[in-house]
């Protein structure tokens, strides 16, 4: 059976930290930068930040420690940290 190899590409990336999770203006502006929005909620008592993305797939979620990608046509998703680790490195 044949191999195949992912072909070579640059991607935009930021990552979703909890300083920016923290912070109203930051997380607001990363939810822009990826034309999604931000989400409040409360777990064990405890307020939670999401920023939800519009894909082809759904809505998806990115948390915090989370990386968010703009792909090659200009669509966003996120990407949990250990894939996007193992997935790309810094051009």
Known sequence: MPLFRKKPIEIVAKQFTS???????DIIELAQWCNGGVNWSVNNNKQQRNILIKTSEGTMKASVGDWIIRGIKGEFYPCKPDI???TYEEA
């Open 19 to 25: 300083e920016v999770a923290e912070n109203d203006q």
């Open 84 to 86: 996007f680790e193992e």
